[in-house]
């Protein structure tokens, strides 16, 4: 597999430059066709539900600062899609959809090998994250997770992180493409990795798709999410693999877990997939 269409989510949001320049720096990696995509959200759909203590006029009010916020978004959007992408020289495709934009990312991810996305923080958080479920259970490929600041390269150093399940195999499959052009790839493998799946083993698997890896184990008393953070940033990475939700969303969303900690934490684009 390789990858030849990339999404990217354009959500004139404040980590949105970062996110358009990673993914054009991904396709120039890949000569690949990049779909740059920016959801309008209705605001008939977003008025809260009121009590009967909110007039008509104040209904009114609040509806026309949500018309207000989503137009500010869209330009914002747009005009970071000229000034970055428009140059760019790829093949590009702008489209702008108005709906709730988990159900337009899921369906649009469909028909495209990475979805890339900022990471939801802060005032961000909520409608990101959903976006990110639906990137990730729903689409059937994998998501590209951008921090702030964009980094000048993405996949030359990658750490990818190792546990034997399920998650983490899906996620090697999709990171194949990004790992064989690597200059340095490190396996990172915890002590409550399945050891009926050892790192050697995944050695020899890259091995045959002609990526040179090295392996490492690691312990980190703050968790295994903080010490793959910490282990990307030792070895310089410019990208992390992991499986995402080992757990339930839920458990990790209520009790944390490693997804959460590296989403947090991670200064570098996470390569995830379920």
Do not use: N
Not at 59 to 86: F, G, N, P, S, W
Not at 177 to 199: C, K, M, N, S
Not at 228 to 251: N, P
Request: charged content about 20%; hydrophobic content about 50%; aromatic content about 4%.
């Amino acid at each position: 597999m390789s990858i030849k269409t990339i999404l990217v989510l354009a959500d004139g949001g404040p980590g949105g430059d970062a996110t358009l320049a990673t993914a054009i720096t991904v396709a120039r990696g890949f000569a690949a066709h990049l779909d740059v995509l920016h959801v309008r959200a209705d605001p008939e759909t977003m008025v809260p539900i009121v009590g009967e203590g909110m007039s008509g006029a104040m209904v009114e009010q609040v509806m026309e600062a949500m018309a207000r916020a989503v137009e500010t978004r869209a330009a914002a959007a747009r005009t970071a899609y000229e000034r970055l992408c428009a140059p760019s020289g790829l093949s590009l495709a702008w489209r702008e959809v108005t709906g709730r934009e988990p159900e337009i990312v899921a369906l649009s991810g469909r028909v495209a090998d990475l979805t890339v996305l900022s990471r939801p923080s802060g005032e961000s958080e909520a409608p990101l994250a959903a976006t990110l479920d639906a990137a990730l259970f729903e689409t059937g490929r994998p998501a590209l997770v951008v921090p702030a600041p964009a980094l000048p390269a993405v996949g030359s150093r990658i750490v990818l992180a190792w546990d034997g399940s399920v998650q983490a195999a899906r996620a090697v499959g999709a990171a194949l493409p990004f790992l064989r052009l690597a200059q340095q790839v490190t396996v990172a493998t915890a002590g409550e990795a399945d050891r009926r799946v050892p790192a050697e083993a995944l050695l020899a698997y890259l091995a045959r798709h002609e990526v040179r890896a090295q392996s490492e184990s690691f312990a980190s008393t703050a968790g295994v999410g903080k010490g793959l953070v910490e282990q990307a940033a030792r070895l310089r990475a410019d990208l992390l693999v992991m499986g995402a939700y080992g757990h339930s969303r839920l458990r990790e969303m209520i009790l944390g877990g490693a997804t959460r900690e590296v989403l947090t934490a991670s200064p570098v684009p996470v390569l995830m997939a379920h």
